[in-house]
């Protein structure tokens, strides 16, 4: 999870009331522009929006960035506040988001931890388990493609208001690209290789679309110590990857083209990774 702000000032009751009236008008409105321009006023160009299957949003650029997305394959989203609690520097709620995803009736129980500063946001850290809607996004790419891609491309802004990225950072972006075409277009990325598309090739390039997927998501949503963790098993996997495609390339069992590639994919990204953990 990722480390909450903090706030030196302690925010009034009654300003924690009426932001609350505030977040549940805004959930109600069940369309996006709507959405959007209910809560834009109150997010300013140095709060930050985190949450599970996304990278974290700034200012309003990012926040429109983030919802965009959403509301493109759920766009009939609208939220229903539950409870709320007070913290020391701003509320905690609890509410559930519901709409229509290809076709069929989701909701998802969420909790917010959202840090104020005179009624506006400072940070807003969401929480909630991502599981149950995977099966669903993994069996519609193209709505999943929908989903993930404005929410992980930031804008201008953002770029120009973020600390500079790292070699990981485009590491996981690349595992991304690998999943959508994988996923999306697997017979093409068969070929692309130098493998004969069949049945058996495209179910396992789809396999491997959803690893690639999951692990470069992982990486860029997670927090700092989640992090370290998918920093050693992203190597763990990508040096396996090139011993078995070596191993291959020795026995002359597999199409050399296809071996020479993988292996060249996944041994720089094995290198790479070495060469961050050993800094």
């Not at 983030?66 to 509410?95: K, N, Q, S, Y």
């Not at 590491?171 to 994988?182: F, K």
């Amino acid at each position: 999870m990722a480390q909450n702000d903090s706030s030196s000032e302690v925010v009034d009751c009654g300003d924690r009331a009426e932001f609350v009236e505030f977040f549940r008008e805004g959930m109600a409105k069940g369309e996006r522009d709507a959405f959007i321009a209910h809560f834009l006023p109150r997010i300013t160009a140095a709060s930050e929006q985190r949450q599970p299957l996304s990278r974290s949003g700034r200012g309003q650029a990012g926040f429109q960035r983030m919802f965009t997305g959403v509301f493109a394959v759920v766009p009939d989203l609208h939220g229903v506040v539950h409870r709320w609690g007070p913290t020391e520097d701003g509320v905690l709620i609890e509410f559930t988001l519901a709409g229509t995803l290809a076709g069929q009736q989701i909701a998802v129980d969420i909790v917010d931890r959202i840090v104020l500063r005179a009624g506006n946001f400072v940070s807003n850290d969401t929480y909630f388990d991502p599981m149950p809607l995977l099966p669903r996004l993994l069996a519609h790419p193209l709505l999943a493609t929908r989903l993930l891609l404005p929410r992980f491309r930031r804008s201008r802004q953002e770029v120009e208001a973020a600390p500079p990225g790292n070699a990981l950072n485009l590491l996981a972006w690349g595992r991304l690209a690998l999943a959508i075409v994988s996923l999306t277009a697997p017979r093409w990325f068969g070929r692309l290789v130098g493998v004969r598309p069949t049945p058996e090739t495209t179910y396992l390039t789809r396999i491997y679309g959803a690893r690639a997927l999951a692990m470069g998501a992982a990486y860029l949503t997670s927090g700092a110590q989640e992090r370290a963790r998918w920093k050693r098993f992203a190597l763990a996997v990508d040096i396996s990857d090139t011993v078995a495609g070596l191993t291959h390339m020795a026995r002359r069992d597999v199409p050399i083209r296809a071996a020479l590639i993988m292996v060249a994919l996944t041994g720089s990204y094995a290198a790479i990774e070495v060469a961050a953990a050993r800094r």
